[in-house]
C-alpha cells in the first residue's frame, strides 16, 4: 500500500474563503473520520468506499479521496494483499486523482476483460492516457469498448482521445443531447466509474463530470452524468472550433449554462464549474463568475483552487479596485503561496495560471506552465503552454 500524503494535501488545500488555517482542516477531517462506522462488513467496506469516492469531483470533494485512502491504510483485513478487481479499479481512481499515472495504469492492467469492472477500466485508462499525450493508445483502449458499450460511450470516449476534432463524432454527440437518446441497457455495467473513470479532463482540474452508470443507466431519457459530460464535450468543441469568434463562445456558454440551470449546483462537479466559469469570462460575464461559483461552498467547507482563480479573475476584470477584489486576490494568493511551500504542485496549471493571469509574471507562469506538461501532456497543456510562450 502506498503511504498516505494527508499532510501535504491538507497543506495545499489550506486556505479558503473562509480563510482556514491548517488545524482547521486538520480538525475538519478527523471529525469527518469520527463519523464513519467504526466496523465495516466486507459489503459495507466497500459500499463506503464508492461513497466517498462518488463526491471527489464535487464541491469540497477533496476530503473524500483522502477519507476514502484513509480508510482503505485503516482496514487492511478488509483490502486484501491480492486486491480483487473492485479494490484495484478504486486504488486506480485514487492515484489518478493524485496523479500517479503510471502506478494507475499498473492496476488497471489487473483487472481482465472479464471483469465487470473491465469496461469502467477501460475508460479510466483511455483518460489517464489522454493525460499521458498518448493519444494512440487512448484511441486503442476506446476502441476495445466497441459493442461491449453503447455508440454514444464509445463515441464520447474517442472525441477525448481525439481532442474533440472529430466533426463526425460531435455531430452524434449534438444528436444525443438534443434528443436524450436512450441508454443501451449494458451500459448499466459501467459500475464505480468515480468521477475519475470517464474524466473528460482540462488542466485546470483533472475529474470531469464523469459517466457513473447504474440502475439509471436504462432510463429512456439522459442520464445525469451522461447529460453533463457531454456537454462539456460539445462545449470545448464549439470553442475550439471558434477561432476567437464571439458568437461560438456564447454558445459554448449556453451549452454549459442549460446545464447549470437543470442540476442542483452542488451537484455539479468542480471541472463543471470551471469550464463552465471560463465561458462566462470569455463572454465577459463576470457577475455571473463572482456570485454563482462561491454559493457552492457552505461557511465550513474549502474552495477548490480552480475555482477560487476564477473569481479573483472575474473582480480583476469587472473591478479591479473593490475590496472585495483585493480580497479575493489575497485568498488565492495565500493558497498559492501554501501550494508552493508544501510543494503541492501536482496541479501546476492553477499555479501557471496565477501568474500569468493574477500576477502577470510571465517568468513564472512560463515555469510553471512547463511544470505542469512534465505531468499532463494532453493537447490541453501543450495549448496552454504555447498560449503562455506567445503572451511574452
Given at each position: 500500500?502506498?503511504?498516505?500524503?494527508?499532510?501535504?494535501?491538507?497543506?495545499a488545500?489550506?486556505?479558503?474563503?473562509?480563510?482556514?488555517?491548517?488545524?482547521?482542516i486538520?480538525?475538519?477531517?478527523?471529525?469527518l473520520?469520527?463519523?464513519?462506522?467504526?466496523?465495516?462488513?466486507?459489503?459495507e467496506?466497500?459500499?463506503?468506499?464508492?461513497?466517498?469516492?462518488?463526491?471527489?469531483?464535487l464541491?469540497?470533494?477533496?476530503?473524500?479521496?483522502?477519507?476514502?485512502?484513509?480508510?482503505?491504510?485503516?482496514?487492511p483485513?478488509?483490502?486484501?494483499?491480492?486486491?480483487?478487481?473492485?479494490?484495484?479499479?478504486?486504488?486506480?481512481?485514487?492515484?489518478?486523482?493524485?496523479?500517479?499515472?503510471?502506478?494507475?495504469?499498473?492496476?488497471?492492467?489487473?483487472?481482465?476483460?472479464?471483469?465487470?469492472?473491465w469496461?469502467?477500466?477501460?475508460?479510466?485508462?483511455?483518460?489517464?492516457e489522454?493525460?499521458?499525450?498518448?493519444?494512440?493508445?487512448?484511441?486503442?483502449?476506446?476502441?476495445?469498448?466497441?459493442?461491449?458499450?453503447?455508440?454514444?460511450?464509445?463515441?464520447?470516449?474517442?472525441?477525448?482521445?481525439?481532442?474533440?476534432?472529430d466533426?463526425?463524432?460531435?455531430?452524434?454527440?449534438?444528436?444525443?443531447?438534443?434528443?436524450?437518446?436512450?441508454?443501451?441497457?449494458?451500459?448499466?455495467?459501467?459500475?464505480?466509474?468515480?468521477?475519475?473513470?470517464?474524466?473528460?479532463?482540462?488542466?485546470?482540474?483533472?475529474?470531469?463530470a464523469?459517466?457513473?452508470?447504474?440502475?439509471?443507466?436504462?432510463?429512456?431519457?439522459?442520464p445525469?452524468?451522461?447529460?453533463?459530460?457531454?456537454?462539456?464535450?460539445?462545449?470545448?468543441?464549439?470553442?475550439?472550433?471558434?477561432?476567437?469568434?464571439?458568437?461560438?463562445?456564447?454558445?459554448a456558454f449556453?451549452?454549459?449554462?442549460?446545464?447549470?440551470?437543470?442540476?442542483?449546483?452542488?451537484?455539479?462537479?468542480?471541472?463543471?464549474?470551471?469550464?463552465?466559469?471560463?465561458?462566462?469570462?470569455a463572454?465577459?460575464?463576470?457577475?455571473a463568475?463572482?456570485?454563482?461559483?462561491?454559493?457552492?461552498?457552505?461557511?465550513d467547507?474549502l474552495?477548490?483552487?480552480?475555482?477560487?482563480?476564477?473569481?479573483?479573475?472575474?473582480?480583476?476584470?469587472?473591478?479591479?479596485?473593490?475590496?472585495?477584489?483585493?480580497?479575493?486576490?489575497?485568498?488565492?494568493a495565500?493558497r498559492?503561496?501554501?501550494?508552493?511551500?508544501?510543494?503541492?504542485?501536482v496541479?501546476?496549471?492553477?499555479?501557471?495560471?496565477?501568474?500569468?493571469?493574477?500576477?502577470?509574471?510571465?517568468?513564472?507562469?512560463?515555469?510553471?506552465?512547463?511544470?505542469?506538461?512534465?505531468?499532463?501532456?494532453?493537447?490541453r497543456?501543450?495549448?496552454?503552454?504555447?498560449?503562455?510562450?506567445?503572451?511574452?
Amino acid at each position: 500500500m502506498k503511504p498516505l500524503f494527508v499532510f501535504t494535501l491538507l497543506a495545499a488545500m489550506a486556505t479558503s474563503v473562509w480563510s482556514h488555517s491548517v488545524p482547521d482542516i486538520a480538525k475538519r477531517l478527523e471529525q469527518l473520520l469520527a463519523q464513519t462506522p467504526a466496523a465495516f462488513s466486507v459489503v459495507e467496506f466497500q459500499d463506503y468506499i464508492d461513497q466517498q469516492l462518488a463526491r471527489r469531483a464535487l464541491p469540497s470533494g477533496s476530503d473524500h479521496v483522502i477519507i476514502a485512502e484513509t480508510l482503505i491504510q485503516q482496514h487492511p483485513q478488509i483490502f486484501e494483499q491480492t486486491p480483487t478487481d473492485w479494490q484495484q479499479l478504486t486504488l486506480a481512481s485514487i492515484d489518478q486523482y493524485n496523479h500517479r499515472f503510471a502506478t494507475t495504469l499498473e492496476q488497471l492492467q489487473q483487472i481482465p476483460p472479464t471483469s465487470r469492472y473491465w469496461p469502467s477500466a477501460m475508460l479510466m485508462k483511455a483518460r489517464t492516457e489522454v493525460m499521458l499525450g498518448e493519444f494512440e493508445a487512448a484511441e486503442a483502449s476506446c476502441k476495445s469498448l466497441l459493442l461491449k458499450a453503447s455508440t454514444l460511450v464509445v463515441s464520447a470516449c474517442l472525441s477525448d482521445a481525439r481532442s474533440n476534432q472529430d466533426a463526425n463524432l460531435q455531430a452524434i454527440i449534438q444528436q444525443a443531447r438534443s434528443s436524450q437518446a436512450a441508454f443501451q441497457p449494458q451500459d448499466a455495467s459501467f459500475q464505480h466509474t468515480n468521477q475519475g473513470g470517464l474524466s473528460k479532463a482540462v488542466p485546470q482540474s483533472e475529474s470531469r463530470a464523469v459517466p457513473q452508470a447504474g440502475p439509471q443507466a436504462e432510463s429512456r431519457t439522459l442520464p445525469r452524468y451522461m447529460d453533463v459530460w457531454l456537454s462539456q464535450l460539445h462545449a470545448e468543441y464549439l470553442e475550439q472550433q471558434s477561432h476567437h469568434d464571439t458568437d461560438s463562445h456564447q454558445q459554448a456558454f449556453k451549452v454549459l449554462d442549460s446545464i447549470a440551470q437543470r442540476y442542483p449546483a452542488d451537484s455539479l462537479p468542480v471541472a463543471f464549474w470551471a469550464q463552465w466559469a471560463d465561458s462566462a469570462l470569455a463572454t465577459q460575464q463576470y457577475q455571473a463568475v463572482i456570485h454563482t461559483l462561491p454559493q457552492l461552498y457552505a461557511k465550513d467547507s474549502l474552495m477548490d483552487d480552480a475555482l477560487m482563480l476564477r473569481v479573483s479573475e472575474a473582480w480583476l476584470h469587472s473591478q479591479p479596485r473593490a475590496r472585495d477584489a483585493k480580497r479575493w486576490k489575497s485568498l488565492i494568493a495565500h493558497r498559492i503561496h501554501y501550494r508552493l511551500h508544501n510543494q503541492a504542485s501536482v496541479h501546476a496549471y492553477e499555479i501557471s495560471r496565477y501568474y500569468h493571469n493574477i500576477k502577470g509574471n510571465h517568468t513564472k507562469a512560463l515555469h510553471w506552465a512547463r511544470a505542469n506538461l512534465n505531468d499532463n501532456r494532453s493537447w490541453r497543456d501543450q495549448q496552454w503552454l504555447q498560449q503562455v510562450k506567445n503572451s511574452r
